[in-house]
């Protein structure tokens, strides 16, 4: 019950402050400190009570001495019983309580809990972005920052927490403790604090930079090797095992070369404050010991004075570790900023509205767009499509095709112009209820690593058993579900697909594509090359159900074989970004263009491709 009431002090699940995270250091811990400030508000308190319950102990030590060379062994507890018993209290109940409260609040509360949430919180917000973010950078190195960041932040947080104590009460008494002794003891622990700060204030900023670059060459390390294992089929079928053996010897020689530099400042740190504590040590007894032969000090001083000093300096081991391991998780948090941190291209505007279709109308006015290069993709496009319209988007490669079809989708935001649906214009509702109402089968078909059952609900997760039977039965899916397994003893629907559905061949994941998208029955539909991936006879058998899908829709549909969209209401031929023919199949073979020369290209054996 215990443990449980600690586990719940941080809600894992809870929303993260509005906007994007912050691109600072500073600001970024804050963004996320203050959503669980109550749990270290108490670390600080109980840090407090530890570290003056660890101090006291040391001037117990001090006192008991002194008792025992003042006091007659046969009154001794008689008449010193009431300290002794307090000094008993607080060693057999108040640390161990204290030590347990410290325990519970950092394993139990904000190492499991905090970590979660700000990785559920970067998860989150990541998902957000646009396709162009996935596009640049290696999905493992993403997931690894996501994942290091939440660890960093966390432990360099809570050891400065326990480190802050740990120096100030220390100091503090150690010097009170001291001068009630004689003041004389004060100056080389006084000399000997300046002497650390100062080390401390030469070395913690180079460790920093450095480990800053060790943790960029860490992720790309892991980036390299996750790309390798995500392409390994290309890697095999190109016999390019030992060329990838290379690229991953260079990262982690990269990786290996920068750690061990940042590691040389460690190991200089560590010799560095080795001997100042040796000069602690000696300049502190030998003091000591001159003030006890003067009858200046009590042999409990020399003990406190002694003692005192070996914890100090045993503590300034730990500390500059744990400044060290502080330094390495800002430098993997500062890392982590260039991807987390990152604004968001593709926002929703603020009160976004759901958008809502009830005729199926699109329209395109003067749009522009172009990647961030020179070169318009997308240059001044103007199309209006007709509720319920059937139309075949046609070109050849890098005739803005895909482009137009991701822009009505708004994986990307255009340069200029507007686009409608239904007269309402996609940059004022929310993307996902956008993306709701488009069902898109594409050429190449990416499966979740997860059952048939997942992967189909995707495209309605409150379909009934009946209606997942019938979207399958219509995509002819039905004749090779049934005989599905996975390593794991999974059959049919709970058979899982493997990494983008490596498990299933082509015309397999294009089935339960197609499936997936009758389960939708979106209003509009986007084809790009629905049915490339099938074999002829599969192709003629599903022909009828695509056919079902497409009444009552507005469809867009991009073919690289012509026959397949030659039925279609109307056909635009696009080239450079522009709509440069327009019309039904006959119409245009009859202008003598350019889609009469890519229908001969094709009759005549040579089908182009995009």
């Not at 559905?501 to 029955?521: P, T, W």
Request: proline residues 3%; glycine residues 6%.
């Amino acid at each position: 019950m215990l443990y449980r009431r600690f586990e719940r002090f941080i809600n894992i699940f809870q929303d993260a402050p509005a906007g994007a995270p912050p691109d600072r250091v500073g600001a970024f811990y804050w963004f996320y400190l203050r959503q669980v400030w109550p749990s270290f508000v108490a670390l600080l308190a109980v840090g407090l009570a530890s570290s003056l319950i660890e101090v006291a102990l040391f001037s117990y030590l001090s006192r008991i001495i002194d008792l025992v060379n003042h006091a007659s062994p046969a009154t001794l507890f008689s008449e010193n019983w009431p300290i002794l018993l307090w000094m008993a209290i607080v060693a057999l109940i108040l640390r161990p309580v204290v030590i347990g409260l410290h325990d519970l609040l950092v394993h139990q509360s904000i190492n499991p809990s905090m970590t979660s949430m700000i990785r559920w919180q970067h998860h989150n917000y990541v998902l957000r972005q646009s396709l162009n973010f996935f596009q640049s950078d290696f999905s493992g190195r993403i997931a690894q920052r996501i994942m290091q960041t939440g660890n960093a932040l966390r432990d360099s947080a809570v050891q400065l927490v326990d480190a802050i104590w740990h120096v100030v009460i220390y100091a503090v008494t150690s010097l009170v403790l001291f001068a009630q002794a004689d003041w004389r003891l004060m100056i080389p622990l006084v000399l000997w604090i300046i002497g650390y700060s100062s080390a401390l204030r030469y070395f913690v900023p180079r460790v920093k930079a450095r480990s800053v670059v060790s943790s960029e060459a860490r992720s790309k390390l892991m980036g390299t090797i996750v790309d390798g294992y995500t392409n390994i089929a290309t890697i095999k079928l190109f016999a390019h095992s030992d060329l990838e053996r290379q690229y991953a010897r260079e990262a982690i020689t990269e990786q290996t070369e920068k750690t061990q530099i940042a590691s040389r400042m460690v190991s200089s740190m560590d010799v560095t404050l080795s001997i100042l504590n040796g000069l602690l040590i000696v300049a502190t007894s030998g003091l000591a010991l001159w003030l006890w032969s003067q009858s200046l000090i009590s042999v409990g001083a020399i003990a406190l004075a002694t003692g005192l000093v070996i914890r100090i300096v045993n503590m300034s081991g730990w500390i500059m570790w744990v400044v060290n391991g502080i330094f390495e998780n800002i430098g993997m948090v500062q890392d982590g900023l260039k991807t987390i941190a990152q604004p968001l291209s593709v926002q929703d505007v603020p009160q976004a509205k759901s958008l809502q279709v009830t005729r199926g109308n699109i329209r395109f006015y003067a749009v522009q767009f172009d990647y961030g290069g020179s070169r318009q993709v997308i240059n001044n496009l103007n199309l209006d499509i007709k509720p319920g319209e059937k139309i075949g988007l046609i070109g050849p490669s890098g005739a803005g095709k895909s482009t137009l079809v991701n822009l009505l989708l708004r994986l990307y935001d255009i340069n200029s112009g507007r686009i409608l649906i239904d007269d309402q214009n996609i940059a004022q509702v929310s993307q996902e209820s956008l993306r709701a109402q488009i069902g898109m089968i594409t050429q190449d078909t990416s499966l979740l690593h997860r059952s048939i059952r997942e992967n189909l609900l995707y495209g309605r997760p409150d379909a009934s058993e009946q209606e997942l039977a019938l979207a399958i039965q219509r995509a002819r899916a039905d004749e090779f579900i049934p005989l599905l397994s996975d390593a794991q003893g999974r059959t049919g629907l709970d058979a899982h697909v493997g990494e983008r559905g490596v498990k299933l061949s082509g015309g397999q994941r294009q089935r339960i594509a197609i499936a997936r998208v009758l389960l939708k029955d979106a209003p509009i539909l986007i084809m790009d090359e629905a049915t490339s991936a099938l074999d002829s006879e599969v192709e003629a058998a599903i022909q009828e159900s695509l056919e079902t899908l497409m009444q009552g829709k507005t469809v867009i549909a991009i073919a690289h074989r012509l026959s397949t969209i030659a039925k279609m209401d109307r056909l635009i031929v696009m080239e450079h970004g522009q709509i440069v023919e327009m019309g039904s199949h006959q119409q245009l073979l009859a202008q003598q263009g350019l889609y009469a020369r890519l229908w001969q290209h094709q009759t005549g054996g040579f089908v182009a491709e995009e």
